[in-house]
């Protein structure tokens, strides 16, 4: 009930393409969706967040669009550029006492995307 | 330092050789966690500490792994008798204490490569 389940595995988009990322999860208490972009060497990054709350966050090129009834959710990215390649990451949050635990999650498997030019 | 910053980058060590990795969080970010990053996979929560409260040990995969925590900033994580499938990319991140609904976002470092020879 913990998991979430992230596709695809890789992705491999042109440039100025529409990079989309899913992830599908089952435990309907999570309260908080983060993505974030971890790119070689490095540590992820928090990218875009959303809340079951909302359907949709825009952020620049980033777009996470929610659908709580189906327990899912999507990365969007919009005129990908070479310079996003990397590996994404979606995670969910479960609740818990005093809300303080915003950097326990449950992470997706990841996904590397790749952006040619 | 600006970030979380964590020691060494690269560690080698035997099969049965304990080892710790150390954790530097942001000033003044009192949640501290860390996670294993295996190769391929996604991040799997490990363990997490607030403040003075008794910490959240509830990822350790085994009593060979445990963690402490030194006057709310510094962290160390212990694996004893380490063994091959120990190898992973062990990330540490940081964040502040949740106020309300704002966000606070947990800030990763660049984490240590663990190799168990």
């Known amino acids: 009930q913990q998991q979430v389940k992230q596709s695809p595995q890789s992705l491999i988009v042109q440039k100025g393409g529409i990079s989309i990322i899913n992830c599908a999860y089952e435990n309907t208490a999570f309260d908080y969706f983060p993505w974030y972009q971890q790119f070689p060497g490095k540590g992820p990054a928090l990218l875009i967040a959303?809340?079951?709350?909302?359907s949709e966050k825009k952020e620049g090129r980033f777009t996470i669009s929610f659908n709580k009834s189906a327990k899912q959710f999507s990365l969007h990215i919009m005129d990908s550029q070479p310079g996003d390649s990397a590996t994404y990451f979606c995670a969910a949050k479960p609740p818990s006492a005093g809300g303080t635990s915003y950097g326990k999650l449950t992470f997706g498997q990841g996904t590397i995307l790749t952006v040619h030019p | 330092g600006a970030g979380v910053s964590q020691s060494p980058s690269n560690k080698v060590t035997e099969k049965g050789k304990d080892v710790e990795l150390r954790c530097d969080p942001i000033s003044g970010h009192t949640a501290l966690y860390w996670y294993r990053q295996s190769l391929g996979q996604g991040l799997e929560f490990l363990i997490y500490?607030?403040?003075?409260?008794?910490?959240?040990k509830s990822g350790l995969p085994s009593d060979r792994f445990s963690a402490e925590r030194t006057g709310g900033s510094v962290s160390t994580l212990t694996i004893q008798r380490t063994q091959q499938e120990d190898s992973a990319v062990y990330l540490c991140a940081s964040s502040l204490r949740f106020q309300g609904y704002v966000n606070t976002e947990a800030f990763f470092g660049q984490g240590t490569r663990l190799t168990v020879v």
């Open positions: 500490f607030q403040g003075n409260s008794a910490p959240d």
């Open positions: 959303i809340r079951p709350d909302v």
